[in-house]
Structure formats: C-alpha cells, structure tokens
C-alpha cells in the first residue's frame, strides 16, 4: 500500500502524465481480473437470476420463441438491458451470451469502481487492497440480499455506470457523470435513481456546509447536464414508468402486497432481515462513523461520507415505511418496492473497506523511521487482503448451485429439460415442479408458471400468484407415487398444459415420454 495523500486528483487536469494514464490503466486491467474471478468461480454459468432475465432478453428479441409463458410476455420494465444483451442471443447460445455479457459488465463495473477509488487513494495497491476486502465483505453476508457481481443482469451495468459518475462528480465533473447516471437508470431504473440522489447529496452537501455555493456551476450547464441525463434516462425510464401506472389501484396495491411480502420480502421486508445481517451492519456504520474522520481522507471522503448517509437515509425511510406507516393506516409495500435498502447494503461495505486500507496506510506511515516494523506492516495488510480473497473464492457459496440438488438429480432435471427441447413442439407449454429452476435455460419452451419467474407489472403478478397458489395446491392433493389421467385434469387450468415433468414414478397411465431417474415427462395433450 503506498502512502496516505490529501491531495484530491482533479480530472479538471486532461493532460495527466502518461505513467499516470498507466497506472490507471493496470489498475483498471487488475480489477477486471478479479471480478471475473469472482464471478466465474462463485456463480458458474448460469448464476441464480440469468435464466430469469437472459431468457426474457431472448424473448424479446424472438417473440415467436418461449410464446405463451407469463413471465416472458408480461412487461419489460428492464426494456433497455433486453435489448442491448438480447440482441446477443440472436447470434450466440444463452451460455455464451451470459460469458459475453458478464465479460462486458465487469469490465464497465472495474472502470466505475476505479473512477471512485482513486478520488479516495493514489496508487494501484490501496485500489486493489479496498477492492480485495470489499470482494471477502461481500461474500461474508448482506442485510437485504443484494450483491453487485455475480451473474448479469441490468444492475450490474447500472452501478458500473453510477461509480463512475460518482468518481467523476466528486473531481467536479457536471456534464459526464449527468449522462452516466442516464445510463445507469437506463439499465436498471431504482438503481439508478437511487445513485443519483446519492451522487446529488455527495457533491452538494459538502458545499452547503463548506458554504461554497460560489462554486455551483451556471445555469446553462446546469441545464445542458439535466437535457443530457434526460436523454441517456428516457429509454429505460419510459418503459418502467409504463409497468407502473395502468392497473385499478386495488390490482396495483394487491400486486404491491405480493411483490413485497411474499416474493420478494428477503429483499424488501425489512421484518424478515436477519438480526445477524442487522448486527453486523449496524457495527459496520459504528465504525464507519467512529473513524471516518482519524482516516484524514481527502475531499473526495467527504463524497463518499454523504454519498453513504443518503443509503443510510434511503434505508431509514424503508424501515419507517414498513414500522411506523401501519400504525397510522397508511401502506408501505408501495413504497417497499422500490428497494430502498439495496444501496445501503452495496455501499456500507464498500466505505468500510476503503476506511480500513487508510488506516492500515497511515498506521504503516507511522513506522516510517524503522523500515523493518514498516515492512511488517504492509506485510499483515497483504495477508488480510489475501485473506479477504481466499475466502471470497473458496467459502462455498449458495449461489455456486441454486437449485440446492445433488449434482445427480440436478443432471437428470438437465437431461429432462433438454428433452423438452429437443422433443416438445416449439409452442408447447410445460407444466414443472414448483421448486423447479432454470426450464427455460434448459428446455427452451415456455412454462406454466415459475416461482422465480415472477412478473413485475400488477395485472401480471396476480395471475402469477393465481397459478402458483393453483400449482401448489394441486401438488399437496396429488397421490404420493402416482401421475394419472384423472389427476392431471383436476387441474384447474389443465387446457394450458401439454407436458409435464414430475418425480418419476411407476403408477401411471399417461404415455411417459421420457424416463430418468428421478424426474419423467408426461405427455399429457389430449389426455
């Protein structure tokens, strides 16, 4: 790690010495390479999200393909990440599109998080040290489930994007980082709506108190900066605004109520977090806020310190939302659903990591006059740092296998699913378990209904939960070991099914077109 400067690096500065350019450079090549390592050997090809969001990218592209399943033809509020990485799967097969992507994500995600590193410290070490804790953080745990780097989907462009325009803006940058963030909310809307007024409190705050409002830009470019992020937003903005108006408020509050406490209250209800997550959170931002300031960082700390207090902000609203609202008759998943606890849960982490390398540089500077107890000492922060690594590549992770099978029933769900794609006419519908994963990835038809799968628009949700519940109940009512005629047409919505994979089972009378060991496929058309 190299020493502790107060100077703030000014991008106002173009021409920077090459070896600085560089530097830079290296650092940037160095983060990639161990985000992809994180990534590939953590969350293998496909990670726990990618069949749900590559697939509905290739659907997009290809209307006639997966046609009928609900998932796939309900709303894109994500328009602008199926269109740019769908366009992939016209060319390329869902596993190679998802290398080419993440490859592609990463590599912006190492550009974003250098841009504000090294507002915060100069050199290639301090970078890659906060960079090497903030990857064992991560993988130690979270408050809400939100992770940055593992498979790929819309955010992971989006905060590649917000870090590099919270770079820029905190060297003074108006113009640049205004267009970024229209990407970032482009690529994923809340996570780009959240870094914005993150961004917005990190640079104006500090002025405020610094009373240094003569530094504000003009109006006209303040003007030029709102018409460039406009511009950059409106792809992506339009179409997630579209997924939320058009349903009779009784159909959007009870899709609100769905989404929040029942599909994806382990992100958005704050009831259901774990007090260990809350405990450690809790003792990160003690600590943060103990020795954020015996740190000595530069300017560019005091971005970072506003920049967390508004996740800090945003997370405290949700969690008045969700405690306090109810005791007033007011109702909070409508305000839960915007996720207000996911830059929270990305960001603490983060400002606890570039805390610690500073206090590791200045304690090192300390030993300036006995160079052996000052080689000891960087030599303790490596081996933490390459600590905080090991862990993060070789604790095994949930991600690693998301259907938690035995590698053998999860070979023989594979080669039932891949009968469906190689068998199954293209416009069949298929009727799966409901612990069932990936169909679409593997099968390549559409699906009746899919927990993971689940849509984002109102009207979508409810039908959803219709056929979920549907599913479910049928699967507690069935006879144990039998799949029979009769028991298929107590379904209720049994004309929307032509096959169905279940456990495999000898008590059957339906034409059994294809047999593993522990998963079968019944035909069930005409039936």
């Not at 507002?119 to 993988?139: C, D, E, N």
């Not at 990305?346 to 300036?368: C, E, I, K, N």
Request: overall charge positive.
């Amino acid at each position: 790690m190299d020493q502790p400067q107060r100077e703030l690096p000014s991008s106002r500065q173009p021409n920077q010495p090459w070896w600085t350019r560089r530097q830079r450079g290296w650092t940037i090549v160095l983060l990639f390479a161990g985000f992809m390592a994180y990534s590939f050997v953590r969350t293998p090809i496909p990670a726990v999200n990618e069949p749900h969001y590559l697939t509905k990218a290739k659907h997009v592209w290809n209307p006639a393909w997966g046609r009928g399943d609900l998932f796939l033809e309900s709303s894109n509020p994500h328009f602008v990440f199926y269109s740019t990485v769908g366009s992939l799967t016209q060319w390329f097969s869902l596993e190679q599109t998802a290398v080419i992507s993440r490859v592609a994500a990463l590599l912006l995600l190492a550009v974003g998080l250098e841009s504000l590193l090294s507002v915060l410290m100069t050199g290639i070490r301090p970078v890659l040290a906060t960079a090497a804790l903030y990857l064992g953080l991560m993988a130690a745990g979270n408050l809400a489930g939100e992770w940055i780097i593992g498979g790929v989907e819309g955010k992971v462009f989006a905060y590649g994007f917000a870090f590099w325009a919270a770079g820029l803006a905190a060297r003074g940058c108006l113009l640049r980082p205004a267009a970024l963030l229209g990407c970032a909310v482009s690529f994923h809307p809340v996570v780009g709506i959240w870094c914005l007024l993150a961004t917005l409190a990190g640079v104006g705050i500090p002025r405020l108190l610094r009373g240094d409002l003569a530094r504000i830009e003009s109006l006209p470019k303040i003007a030029a900066a709102v018409v460039l992020f406009g511009v950059c937003a409106a792809p992506g903005l339009y179409p997630a605004l579209q997924t939320l108006g058009g349903a009779p408020a009784e159909i959007a509050a009870q899709g609100d109520r769905i989404q929040v406490f029942s599909r994806l209250k382990h992100h958005l209800d704050p009831a259901v977090f774990s007090l260990r997550a809350y405990a450690c959170y809790a003792v990160m931002l003690v600590v943060w806020m103990a020795f954020r300031k015996r740190a000595a960082m530069s300017a560019g700390g005091d971005f970072l310190h506003w920049y967390l207090v508004a996740s800090v902000l945003f997370a405290a609203g949700g969690l008045v939302a969700r405690f306090v609202f109810p005791l007033f008759g007011f109702q909070s998943a409508s305000l839960l659903k915007f996720y207000p606890f996911r830059l929270f849960d990305v960001l603490l982490p983060l400002a606890v990591a570039v805390l610690t390398v500073r206090l590791f540089q200045q304690w090192a500077a300390g030993f300036s006059e006995f160079p052996q107890k000052q080689r000891a000492a960087y030599g303790m922060a490596y081996l933490v740092c390459g600590a905080a690594i090991a862990y993060a590549l070789l604790v095994m992770p949930v991600d690693r296998s998301p259907t938690r099978f035995h590698p053998l029933v999860l070979a023989d769900w594979q080669a039932s699913c891949r009968w469906a794609s190689e068998h199954a006419p293209d416009d069949a519908r298929v009727l799966t378990p409901s612990y069932s994963w990936g169909f679409k990835w593997y099968g390549q038809r559409a699906e009746y209904v899919n927990y993971k799968d689940c849509p984002q628009d109102a009207p979508s949700l409810l039908e959803w939960q219709r056929r979920y519940d549907l599913l479910r109940t049928w699967e507690e009512s069935r006879l144990a070991g039998t799949m029979s005629r009769e028991i298929v047409n107590q379904f209720e919505d049994r004309e929307l099914i032509d096959f169905v994979i279940a456990r495999t089972n000898d008590e059957t009378d339906l034409p059994v077109v294809y047999r593993g060991q522990y998963f079968s496929v019944f035909d069930v058309r005409g039936q």
